[in-house]
């Protein structure tokens, strides 16, 4: 009985839009926009940001706590201890590993060097890397050709070299890099490897913003260290240590960092980069800008809101009669309230659902004129037909409680 009842105020309610179509198109229009506006803006903050992740991903993943060395010497005025330290060093790598070794996937470690480079065919002044541990994979590195760094060649600073795509385009022209050997400052170096070509482009048309990696020449850190640098003691530009459990990462790197100052002679001569937080920092940025998209949908569901009181009270004065007649046949001060309620409500919801395909339409229209993929999850759905229900309701309620508080002999006389 209930249902059929409901159908009948649906039924009603659907009869009642068609016959007034203009004014049930001008209460829709304020739902429309508010839908299109929340679902819109949350869309593209979303692909934004999806984009920003496999950004991240390609560089090898956000699960990385990096260490870096600071400058030693301020204001032109070093003190002693700090002339005399040593500086970021494989050994803090180890002993920052030994902290939390069941927690910790890989240890990574580079040391740069400028110098000549000379093949057959080029000779040209370029950045060398010295990687150890983990550094390939932790950086998204792979091979296409030939192989990776052994342990031993690692640990001995063995005079071999892998290639990115353009280093080996350059230095070897005809493509025969592996095997071939070409001189690093003053040692010569045999190619065991070529690493795949890294393509990331965040628009569509826009540059490769991963040419530079492409550049790379990279070298067993100790050969940097101790051939080149002529460093005893190790030391590096880079240690990145990568932990994929969180909560373990914010108390390891309290630990590391009393480890390292301990080792440094109690010097702050380094800092600690953790990946992920810094990537959650900007992402709260953006998260700025969401709740600033709800809001401008807020401001318009709560416009189309009270310009839909405006013209449901105009509505009303337009129907007394028909309420009278409904009331003097039996109909309820609740039923009327039913009755107008359902027939906003219905306008609502045919708004939202055009307001969702109108958001849909726009979001596709400005990512694809920003050149990233559309990305939109079920919880911008949510949020922008969630408002324009709750909006919806609540300005329903003042016209339709008007409608059933009016007495029928009054409805029933007025002209």
Avoid: C
């Amino acid at each position: 009985m209930t249902s059929g009842a409901f159908r009948e105020r649906l039924f009603g309610a659907w009869v009642e839009i068609q016959e007034n179509l203009g004014r049930s198109v001008l209460q829709a229009l304020g739902v429309l926009l508010g839908v299109a506006s929340v679902l819109g803006g949350f869309s593209i903050s979303d692909s934004q940001r999806r984009r920003a992740d496999e950004l991240f991903v390609k560089v090898g993943g956000l699960d990385k706590l990096n260490v870096l060395p600071k400058v030693a010497i301020k204001d032109g005025r070093p003190t002693a201890l700090q002339q005399a330290n040593l500086g970021l060093r494989d050994a803090d790598a180890v002993a920052g590993e030994a902290l939390k070794s069941e927690a910790i996937q890989g240890v990574s470690r580079q040391k740069g060097a400028r110098t000549r480079v000379v093949s057959a065919y080029a000779d040209q002044d370029r950045q060398v890397n010295g990687i150890g541990g983990d550094y390939i994979p932790a950086n998204g590195y792979g091979i296409a050709q030939g192989r990776g760094f052994s342990n031993a060649e690692m640990e001995t600073g063995a005079p071999v070299v892998i290639l990115g795509t353009e280093a080996a385009n350059t230095f070897f022209p005809k493509g025969d890099a592996l095997g071939q050997s070409i001189r690093v400052g003053d040692i010569p170096v045999t190619v065991i490897g070529t690493f795949e070509e890294r393509v990331f482009r965040f628009r569509e048309g826009q540059g490769n913003q991963f040419w530079w990696r492409n550049k790379i020449i990279a070298v067993p850190a100790n050969l940097v260290q101790r051939r080149m640098n002529g460093d005893a003691y190790r030391r590096v530009d880079r240690v990145t240590f990568r932990i994929p459990d969180i909560k373990v990462m914010s108390g390891f790197a309290k630990q590391l960092k009393t480890l390292v100052t301990a080792n440094h002679r109690l010097q702050d001569d380094f800092r600690l980069d953790d990946v992920a937080a810094r990537i959650r920092r900007q992402q709260s940025q953006g998260d700025v800008y969401d709740i600033i998209f709800m809001l401008s949908g807020v401001l318009a569901l709560v416009g189309g809101g009270i310009v839909n009181v405006n013209i449901q009270m105009a509505g009303l004065k337009e129907r007394v009669r028909e309420v009278g007649v409904k009331m003097a046949i039996g109909a309820s001060g609740r039923e009327i309230f039913k009755g107008f309620m359902t027939e906003a409500l219905l306008l609502t919801a045919l708004g939202a659902v055009a307001g969702l395909i109108l958001g849909v339409a726009f979001s596709w229209i400005i990512t694809t004129s920003l050149g990233i993929p559309l990305y939109m999850t079920p919880a911008s759905f949510l949020w922008a037909y969630g408002l324009a229900a709750v909006f919806g309701f609540l300005f329903a309620l003042y016209p339709a409680w008007k409608a059933s508080r009016l007495s029928p002999m009054e409805a029933l006389r007025y002209e």
